[in-house]
């Protein structure tokens, strides 16, 4: 039996006040143009499914089976495969051209093209792979890994954890949960933008650990998906952080402390 998805109808009204304000503001809104993608549960994606046709000005958009927002390749299940394959082939591609070019070059030039085009690629948006299966991770790890044996000349068949080890590097899953902290400092101290606003958990009396808020947590409703979100996500790990750390409220000092933490979780 079909399944039918129909859009909701907040989506049509939304598309007509974008349009409306770009129209203000003397700017038009590409019709064809429009990418069109739908979430889908993997418990509904097992079914036949019949996608919906979404009427945008003049053009009928259909559904997308992946789109690109901001450098993010996101897809239906939410599974950002699509997304790491681009990261990774994007990495090695510099990766082989800075190797090229890399005995012409002084250690502090090769050290910053590799960050330019390799580790700030991996970095960008990471949050959103948090939860993500461990083999998907791990790819992204071996461009980190070969980024690693580049800038310090170090061959294939040699243990890579000494070597991200002197390098001071954090390894992917890590590097995913300092950004989520950094994330949740700047909810908990009121510097984020008001879309990532979190509920803090209000304490019944007053304890040495008062000045070290902690986050509401809340529970999702599905764990595969659910707790992967950032409303789940960020006062899990926040509220984990000793006292003395959720305490800092300087961002930077906050940053030190808790790579300090991962480091040693990491190669400990």
Same mark, same amino acid.
Request: one cysteine or more; glycine letters at 4%.
């Given at each position: 039996?079909?399944?039918?998805?129909?859009?909701?109808?907040?989506?049509?009204?939304?598309?007509?006040?974008?349009?409306?304000?770009?129209?203000? %503001?003397? *700017? /038009?809104?590409? &019709?064809?143009?429009?990418?069109?993608?739908?979430?889908?549960?993997? $418990?509904?994606?097992?079914?036949?499914?019949?996608?919906?046709?979404?009427?945008?000005? $003049?053009?009928?958009?259909?559904?997308?089976?992946?789109?690109?927002?901001?450098?993010?390749?996101? &897809?239906?299940?939410?599974?950002?495969?699509?997304?790491?394959?681009?990261?990774?082939? @994007?990495?090695?591609?510099?990766?082989?051209?800075?190797? *090229?070019?890399?005995?012409?070059?002084?250690?502090?030039?090769?050290?910053?093209?590799?960050?330019?085009?390799?580790?700030?690629?991996? &970095?960008?948006?990471?949050?959103?792979?948090?939860?993500?299966?461990?083999?998907?991770?791990?790819?992204?790890?071996?461009?980190?890994?070969?980024?690693?044996?580049?800038?310090?000349?170090?061959?294939?068949?040699?243990?890579?954890?000494?070597?991200?080890? /002197?390098?001071?590097?954090?390894?992917?899953?890590?590097?995913?949960?300092?950004?989520?902290?950094?994330?949740?400092?700047?909810?908990?101290?009121?510097?984020?933008?008001?879309?990532?606003? *979190?509920?803090?958990?209000?304490?019944?009396?007053?304890?040495? $650990?008062?000045?070290?808020?902690?986050?509401?947590?809340?529970?999702?409703?599905?764990?595969?998906?659910?707790?992967?979100?950032?409303?789940?996500?960020?006062?899990?790990?926040?509220?984990?952080?000793?006292?003395?750390?959720?305490? @800092?409220?300087?961002?930077?000092?906050?940053?030190?402390?808790?790579?300090?933490?991962?480091?040693? %979780?990491?190669? $400990?």
């Amino acid at each position: 039996m079909a399944v039918e998805l129909q859009p909701k109808l907040g989506l049509i009204e939304y598309i007509s006040e974008v349009r409306m304000w770009l129209s203000n %503001n003397q *700017l /038009k809104l590409n &019709d064809d143009k429009t990418d069109f993608l739908m979430l889908i549960p993997p $418990s509904t994606r097992q079914k036949h499914i019949q996608l919906p046709v979404l009427s945008v000005g $003049s053009s009928l958009i259909t559904p997308s089976s992946k789109s690109r927002n901001l450098g993010v390749v996101f &897809d239906q299940g939410m599974t950002f495969h699509d997304h790491i394959s681009k990261t990774v082939s @994007t990495g090695f591609f510099y990766l082989c051209s800075i190797a *090229l070019a890399k005995k012409y070059l002084p250690a502090e030039a090769l050290a910053t093209l590799v960050h330019a085009f390799v580790s700030a690629r991996i &970095d960008s948006c990471s949050s959103i792979l948090y939860g993500l299966p461990k083999y998907e991770i791990n790819r992204l790890q071996k461009l980190l890994n070969q980024a690693a044996r580049l800038l310090t000349h170090t061959g294939k068949y040699d243990q890579i954890t000494p070597i991200l080890r /002197k390098l001071h590097w954090l390894p992917v899953h890590q590097r995913i949960q300092f950004k989520i902290l950094t994330l949740a400092h700047k909810v908990v101290y009121e510097t984020s933008p008001l879309y990532l606003r *979190l509920p803090k958990h209000q304490q019944s009396r007053i304890t040495r $650990s008062s000045s070290a808020p902690l986050l509401e947590r809340k529970r999702a409703k599905k764990r595969s998906a659910g707790d992967r979100a950032f409303s789940v996500a960020a006062p899990s790990l926040w509220n984990a952080l000793p006292v003395a750390i959720r305490s @800092t409220g300087d961002l930077h000092a906050f940053q030190r402390l808790i790579k300090t933490i991962l480091f040693r %979780n990491a190669f $400990s």
